[in-house]
């Protein structure tokens, strides 16, 4: 198995400031490209692609919100944190047929 | 837009059989992978597998002597059969579509969570 590994569990930061969420692969997922996606979750909601092939931002997903990495190293950032991005977020890489998630990081105010 | 639904029993019982259907609107079936994940109450989320409309699955190993995943291209659904559940069962169970054989998930159903409890 693909271990996802998330840091940290959990951060505040102001709103306005930069959030910045890493996840660490126990193998490479690089192929032709990343092959690794970031989940915004918030209470109550089914999980939603901010990201996927590490960088690529789905469509209506705000510009503030951005991956980076390669390999075995990522990283999201959010650029400047508003009052809706509270949430946890989660890093999952879809190189292996089995399909594995981070454990979560949640971001507060 | 696509849309999925969970339907199925909240509540089985210890040993019995936990079954859900996932009804999908809009959108093309027939070229996508559809996929199952639950969440245990409280916690992160796990991937039960995924089946293509041709029928061909792929399952979590730690799960894959209990599962099954069919399909039914003309209702437009998928379903999920987990056999010999126990209380580490309970969780919310998602119905979601993988964009690709090798791609990320783009829609999920709003879940639904099922008990596991005599």
């Known amino acids: 198995d693909i271990v996802m590994t998330q840091s940290p569990d959990s951060l505040a930061v102001s709103l306005g400031e930069r959030a910045t969420i890493n996840c660490k692969s126990s193998?490479?997922?690089?192929?032709?490209?990343?092959?690794l996606a970031w989940y915004q979750q918030k209470p109550g909601q089914p999980p939603k692609l901010l990201i996927y092939?590490?960088?690529t931002r789905e469509s209506g997903v705000p510009d503030r919100f951005s991956g980076s990495g390669s390999g075995t190293d990522f990283t999201l950032t959010i650029s400047s944190l508003q009052t809706e991005d509270v949430a946890v977020y989660y890093c999952?890489?879809?190189?292996?047929?089995?399909?594995?998630f981070g454990q979560g990081t949640r971001v507060e105010i | 837009q696509v849309q999925l639904q969970e339907s199925g029993p909240g509540l089985v019982k210890p040993s019995e059989t936990l079954s859900l259907t996932c009804t999908v609107s809009g959108d093309f079936f027939t070229s996508y992978y559809w996929t199952w994940i639950r969440q245990p109450p409280g916690t992160g989320l796990e991937w039960i597998g995924y089946?293509?409309?041709?029928?061909?699955?792929n399952y979590n190993p730690s799960l894959k002597s209990r599962v099954t995943i069919s399909v039914d291209t003309s209702k437009k659904q998928f379903s999920l059969n987990l056999t010999s559940v126990t209380a580490a069962d309970t969780a919310v169970y998602y119905c979601?579509?993988?964009?690709?054989?090798?791609?990320?998930?783009?829609?999920w159903g709003q879940g639904t969570l099922v008990t596991v409890s005599s």
């Open positions: 092939w590490a960088s």
């Open positions: 089946i293509d409309s041709s029928g061909r699955t």
């Open positions: 193998q490479s997922v690089l192929s032709s490209s990343n092959y």
């Open positions: 999952q890489q879809y190189y292996s047929p089995l399909r594995t």
């Open positions: 979601a579509r993988e964009v690709a054989l090798t791609g990320p998930v783009d829609y």
